[in-house]
């Protein structure tokens, strides 16, 4: 057994599937070079010399994935929350993101969001940037330097924007190949990703490059889809050829043809859910920010049951909160209510599945990082430690009633150790 192995026993839950927890009182869980090796009840006896780090009575827990945020609207947050989509856009969204031109002041701002996001307990995020490169690249680094897990996008806007932010197509291009040419390797945690905006401010000249691209860098790919009516009505205009929304993106290699995470579609048709199936887009369910820009509720549960996979997101800054705790309660809300009022013969969704989304279902989008979101053998030990004694109550509670209780009464004072890829965090520079 060599220097690399680590034992760390606590309360262990975790979800290695949706219906049910795996949980282990007082139990252990193994490390070696930052991958979970074993999770035992009992110390196995080829450990029995390793030192052990106890937590005691706190719960060890997977961290959280955000599988989708904007970086340079962390300032914008519960601005605007009155104002649909569009209007909100128009008003808040782009006249915050042309600042970003200014590199220090993105320093500031980005480097105040990583440290929130490390202090939330979100371990790995997948997020839009501006289209200015520079601060792109601060946005990177400040990732890298805080040892969290991230995809970051460049975002492309050629069409339909502000003049500020209405990039020259090949420059577009130009800049976005630079940046997966100088970031795919340089980080094993920090990569980057392609980043249409959405179809409204994309040609579709830019998209399909942008597609080349991807398959050339083996890059991912992040966008929007079917956010909201009025959004899809314009997608219809912009393309009347097209058979849906979903369609503009796959007839130009942005949806399946690499991993790609789509955020909200919220209102998706029955054709545009079987392509995502058949293509294993990832849908980032972003409910506080589907509710805050009256954009509706995602039909999550008839995702689940067409196989398409699923994970929550902020959607920082459409979405309030930067807490992944916030945005699975919402969602166990949303899917009640549309049980309630739309669909009642999708059951609402249950707290070993909103935990699993935001865990294991959502990490398997970082798949060519490694394993990521649970503790079975060969995952890459992302975890938090929660101390929920300040959220105790008198009576004895089991381990899945302490951790719902957290996620719907706790914040960042109860999570007192994060960990991401076997290495422990400390709290990120801000400048």
């Not at 031109?101 to 371990?123: C, F, I, N, P, Q």
């Not at 699923?310 to 930067?322: K, L, N, P, Q, R």
């Not at 959220?391 to 960990?419: A, C, K, M, T, W």
Request: glycine share 8%.
């Amino acid at each position: 057994m060599g220097n690399n192995v680590k034992v760390y026993k606590g309360n262990v839950i975790f979800t290695k599937t949706p219906q049910e927890f795996e949980q282990l009182e007082g139990g252990y869980i193994v490390v070696e070079d930052g991958k979970v090796k074993e999770v035992a009840q009992n110390l196995p006896e080829q450990y029995k010399d390793a030192e052990v780090v106890d937590y005691g009575d706190k719960l060890i827990i997977p961290g959280f994935i955000d599988l989708h945020l904007h970086a340079p609207q962390f300032p914008n947050r519960g601005l605007g929350l009155d104002k649909e989509l569009l209007p909100w856009l128009e008003t808040y969204t782009f006249p915050e993101e042309a600042k970003f031109k200014d590199t220090e002041y993105a320093k500031k701002v980005y480097s105040r969001l990583v440290r929130e996001l490390w202090k939330y307990g979100t371990t790995r995020s997948v997020v839009f940037s501006t289209i200015h490169k520079d601060s792109t690249k601060v946005l990177m680094d400040l990732f890298i330097e805080a040892g969290l897990g991230a995809y970051v996008g460049k975002v492309n806007m050629n069409r339909n924007s502000s003049p500020d932010l209405t990039e020259d197509t090949q420059e577009s291009l130009k800049i976005t190949e630079e940046l997966l040419q100088e970031y795919s390797d340089k980080s094993p945690l920090v990569k980057p990703i392609i980043t249409p905006r959405f179809v409204p401010s994309c040609t579709a000249e830019l998209m399909k490059d942008l597609g080349d691209l991807a398959k050339k860098y083996d890059a991912p790919v992040q966008s929007h889809l079917s956010e909201n009516r009025g959004e899809i009505e314009w997608v219809k205009e912009l393309h009347p050829d097209s058979k849906n929304y979903a369609d503009v993106y796959d007839k130009l290699g942005l949806f399946g043809q690499q991993p790609t995470v789509m955020a909200h579609c919220v209102h998706v048709t029955d054709d545009e859910i079987k392509l995502m199936a058949d293509n294993g887009v990832f849908v980032a369910h972003s409910p506080e920010s589907n509710y805050n820009l009256s954009s509706g509720i995602a039909p999550i549960r008839k995702f689940l049951e067409a196989g398409v996979n699923v994970g929550f997101a902020t959607d920082i800054s459409g979405g309030h909160a930067i807490s992944m705790m916030d945005v699975i309660a919402g969602a166990m809300k949303g899917s009640k209510m549309r049980w309630v009022y739309l669909e009642e013969e999708y059951a609402s969704l249950s707290v070993p599945e909103v935990f699993y989304l935001a865990t294991k279902s959502a990490g398997r989008f970082f798949s060519k990082v490694g394993k990521i979101g649970s503790f079975e053998e060969g995952y890459e030990f992302d975890a938090l430690v929660i101390d929920d004694e300040s959220i105790s109550d008198l009576n004895p509670r089991s381990l899945p009633e302490r951790l719902q209780r957290f996620l719907y009464l706790g914040d960042d004072r109860n999570i007192v150790e994060r960990f991401v890829s076997g290495k422990n965090l400390p709290e990120p520079k801000v400048y």
